[in-house]
């Protein structure tokens, strides 16, 4: 099983206003066997910085051919603590409900997540943003640079 690393961002910008805001995923897969590494971005209307965090894994996970064994490294501990608090598994016992802390924001996002994790061997990695990680900056930098290039 191949070995990669995913650093993912995402962001928005206005994110919780309705109609008026622009997010964007930023991510870097790293298959350090073959010292490749590929950079992936895009920008989309009308989100949440919730739903950017979600997709830039999701996105970064579906770029690869086969099952491969994954570290995901995100500043996002929304996603990071589902996994690593097994929040995901208290979902998935309620049917993709929160119970009765009510309905599970993004659960569309959340069960294509899980189909991938489940694909590959994946774990998550939380990493501090804005600081010293070369590569979680970087990520940071595709997202806005993909914000800036949106409309444009």
């Known amino acids: 099983m191949k070995y990669v690393e995913l650093y993912t961002d995402g962001g928005c910008r206005g994110n919780g206003q309705a109609g008026d805001n622009i997010g964007a995923i930023g991510g870097i897969l790293i298959y350090p ?5 590929k950079e992936y971005k895009k920008a989309y209307p009308n989100t949440t910085n919730n739903q950017m965090e979600l997709l830039a894994v999701i996105t970064g996970l579906k770029m690869l051919k086969e099952p ?4 995901i490294h995100s ?3 929304y996603v990071v603590n589902a996994y690593n608090q097994n929040w995901v598994t208290g979902w998935k016992a309620k049917n993709w409900s929160r119970g009765k802390a009510g309905p599970l924001k993004n659960k569309e996002l959340w069960m294509e997540l899980d189909e991938l994790v489940n694909y590959h061997d994946a774990r998550f990695a939380k990493v501090k943003g804005h600081a010293d990680n070369e590569l979680n900056n970087r990520a940071d930098a ?11």
């Open 33 to 37: 066997e073959k010292n490749i590494r």
């Open 68 to 71: 491969c064994e994954v570290v």
């Open 75 to 77: 500043d996002s501990a």
């Open 142 to 152: 595709l997202v806005n640079e993909a914000m800036d290039a949106y409309g444009k």
